[in-house]
């Protein structure tokens, strides 16, 4: 048995390599079985290329605007930091980047066809468009582990471990600036262009949702694959390797001297790929409700890393570990690493209780559309503040019962899964659009809607989970901040220890300075959000007054220019709220009066009031969402009532709120909880 | 010099007694002066006379449910505390609902004189609300100040002066938990019959604001009073209080020793009653712009209070002051406190940047109407949330050149002629609905709809001073409970000192539960406003049904079912958040793993999250509202455009967000920060 620790402590990296190279072969091995099924007629093709092509030029341009920010601060830290650390932040970026170009790939092959699958039974469609997220679950967790476990094994050879452990914050900070972008730039764009074809398309003009006639739509679809898709994966692959990273540096800072302590995070690494796959091969074996089946691949997940965490933990500290003075031994660490994996699903439950249709506060919201907008708005933020309550609360008792470096990784080691459910939902919604557009038989339609409904609760479950899990990855990069003050030198050579007491008047400053991040860099986006939307309904006015013709289907809209325009404006929008934490950062820690301490504070202060809006916005936006689909299956009046109209009002509130600012919210937390490690 | 600084330190608490009744007498004086001026005619009169009945008998009922917890709290403090503190708790139970009480009177004798001297001249009218306002203002601040002193200066000389500072702390509870429910009580009464009549009246049958056809028009102009008037002299007579109380508290615990800490806070409330006299002096003198004349009164007060600090911190601390282990100069110290004073114009000047009509942000929420509901919300939540930007660094930098002590004391000698303008905005408002209600000629209406929007802008900008000060008295009551703490002594007899590090999971855990709080605080708040206006709107409808003369002005609609029927779910809606600050810090005091330092962060996470929440919604609230106003001022299209039904949309979702859940969040932080003084 202690040989077999052994063999773990040491072949524990390469190991995690295999596990991802198995998950990168998986995702490949979907790839195929995808591309086998039919994409459909001529039309559809037709479009899935349209869609294609405009999500490919927002993306080129996306790079090369992102390019020019990445290339200045490779520079600054090749100069002013060490190389390693500057090749880091090069490999962390172009990763990030890399994530979110083959999700929206994959996401486009797999919506066209989970469309053609629609048109056979609802759980060929499902099977394809969960295979399709798949692909992105898996690939974005390989690609982290791989990237992150290759780079710490050659640095350490060339300039040793501690050393390389420190270099890895580089390849952490360029993922998480890289997200930061891609999730605002895709944020803003899909949402400017679904709130400018939702308010000429539909209520000026009255067409449907994906009418061909719009001269949006298919920038509309663009939108789904860029910010979904696109912004997504880049958003999840920096919360993986920022966690694994984050706990590799907590590990070594507290626990000095216990190789393990660098082993056990790539070693869960590993398993969550193992566990995502289990879980994938589940979805493709079950039958049943498509809520229950999905459910079904999370607790398969769980039920695997909860077998494997025990072996893995028995053998990597067979004497316990010492933590904050107190002596764990192995049992009790394998329970604190399982209070993270029950939370999972726990807040995947609560989440789904605030934002589905089937429980009372969504359909709170719709019976307050009956009173109109406002009524339904006031419901709806208010809903969102309650839906804060109870997930904040299960991490505050995960941190009470065991310490969060050990939820933070077993939470990790549902990534995998987690990722797949969430790229499921813009598969389905583009499906619907193409099935549409192509004018597919009315019951096809039927079951992409149906699919995309749970979809949207995958989504809105899936950023409880990332929230949480950023919430505590955003704590463990706190504690390694302060561990690494705790070694302060001063200049004469004493050794100077930071104090962060709540008494400190710096701390509540700090504080103060950091709860005001989120407030304002959601004001921002929100604003872009509606400049950029603004923008497209002028465009959409123009071609419609130019060419009459559209709306009766004789002229052709010029799908291109609204493509256009709309890349563009996400683009140029996207620069003051992305900048705005990295600037706050640095002035605080260089401005004279501030400084470490109320540094300290600003990062506790954006953790705290983040995570309540986070949750208050997603969870807030998809109940709004659902409850307007509520009303939309007939009840409270159905679809062209006085309530509907308030829902879609609700509706149309909640998609920046859900889409673009509160998820844009996770890699800003932690952009903001790496930076200070550099200074 | 010396002679007479002993002279202020043996006298300071009698001289501001003196101070106290100067104040009470010119407020009668002042309600003299009203009393003398016309009424109006029988109309008038019979109006005025319904909302007074309508007014007292909703106050009457919130006594008695508020007097129920307010006993029972009295019982167990008398039994489980000492009785001092008990005694304590009563009168200031008892002072803040006496505030209340004597505020909404004075209004209701003003409202229906500022219609009538309408119609002589605006300047007439604009005097003759803002004296109204003043009576609130100078009472308030006088019976705080009394009745903290003279309690103290019975209570010192039974039991000697640190206990009598201790039971200062009874009465600071008081009045603290009374206003909690009369702020959550009247808001929640006077938006749910603002929403509901809207939404019948105005929505579905067209009628004007005040229309006397509208069954809720009186529950709704009541509203205002026990809301606007009532709740908010409750509330700042706490904020008043327990600025002193915590004042006096800290002062004492960090200047042990030295007696100028217990005079100081008396001296400088002393201060604030004359400088509010100057300032309705200045008032009554002045002429000009309505905003010009009221802004001058707030620096006529800044500029009394900082001549007169000059020699009285000179003369009670001649040798200055040893603060944090560093010797302050007594020069240094005024100029400490000179920032408290500078920073309520420059919070004023701030808020009215945010919410005024003439300004960006504003248009800003109005040019968004032109697009629909959704774009109009949207607006309005960004632009709340930038508006916590400024003022939260403005305080943040206080703290930081000064210490909040000093920030706290001087921004409390502006209280009075911030209260006076903040009773002002109801009593137009009123005035407005007497003059409607009337038939008074067009023109009157025209002047007090003038004076309406003023008083709105005055009603944001003083809730920016209110939450502004709120925050900084909240940190001062922190920092007595850390005080208190550090003096602990353990049953065993060590002295044990509790740490607030960031460092520590508790403390995070208790960021975590207090940053909760506001968000679901104000989450059942709204949800309550919901709920009472149902009642309002189904009532309403009921009405209407029954009895169709009424909107032919056939039939007169039963004004008294509609104010009982919200009389009754105010009062029932109001007990759920009201007790929900109070249950959270017994609940984690009380729970074992939780205890002192899990309440030390939830203590500042309230206030951090609180501050930013209660200045988004108060001020987000206030710029829809203007944004509405803009509108119909004939702006984008203006009354019945298609951009004025979105501002209604926004300005119905402000109501609650800026006369309920927002300021209702200033006297909950304070609660919250109490309550552990007793444990």
Known sequence: MILFG????????????????????????????????????ERMREISAAVQEGAKAYLNRQVKTISVIAVVIFILLFIFKDHPTAIGFVIGAFCSLAAGFIGMRVAVLANVRTAQAASIARLNALRMAFNGGAVTGLLVVGLALLSVSIFYT?????????????????????GSLISVFARLGGGIYTKAADVGADLVGKIESGLEEDDPRNPAVIADNVGDNVGDCAGMAADVFETYAVSLIGAILVGVLTLAGNPSAIVYPFVLGGISVLGAICGVLFVNVA????????????????????????????????????IAGTLRSPAQLYFASLVGLIMTPVIVALTNYYTSSHYRPVQKIAHAS?????????????AGEHATALPVLCIGAAILVTFHLAAVMSMLSMAGIIISLDSFGPITDNAGGVAVMSNLPKEVRAITDELDAVGNTMKAVTKGYAIASAGLAALVLFGSYVQELSQHVTARGDVFSYQFSLTEPKVIIGLFIGGLLPFIFTA????????????VVREVRRQLQAKPGILTGQDRPEYGTCVDIVTKAALREMIVP????????????????????????????????????????????????????????????????????AAVTGDTVGDPYKDTAGPAINPMIKVVNILPIFF
Chains 1, 2 share one sequence.
Do not use: Q, Y
């Open 154 to 174: 050659i640095a350490a050879k060339m300039i040793g471990s501690d050393a390389a452990i420190r270099s890895l914050v580089g390849l952490a900070l360029g």
């Open 6 to 41: 052994l063999t773990i402590l040491n072949s524990g990296v390469p190991l995690s390599m295999l596990c991802a190279v198995i998950g990168l072969a998986f995702a490949f091995f979907l790839i195929l079985a995808i591309m086998r099924h039919s994409s459909g007629n």
């Open 578 to 645: 992305a900048l705005l934490p990295l600037v706050a950062v640095i002035a605080v820690a260089v401005v004279k009066p501030l400084g470490a301490v109320v540094l300290g504070g600003l990062l506790v202060g954006t953790i705290v009031t983040g995570l309540f809006i986070a949750i208050a916005m997603t969870s807030g936006g998809a109940a709004w969402d659902n409850a307007k689909k509520f009303i939309e299956e007939g009840n409270l009046g159905g679809k062209g009532s006085f309530a509907h109209a």
């Open 370 to 382: 009956e009173t109109g907008h406002a009524t339904n708005i006031i419901a709806g933020l208010a």
């Open 524 to 535: 921002f986006s929100m604003d872009a959000v509606g400049k950029a939307a603004g923008a």
């Open 287 to 322: 039958r049943g409700k498509p809520v229950r089946v999905l459910m079904g691949a999370v607790l398969t997940n769980a039920l695997i890393s909860a077998i494997l965490f025990w072996p893995v933990t028995h053998r990597l500290f067979p004497a316990g570990l010492t």
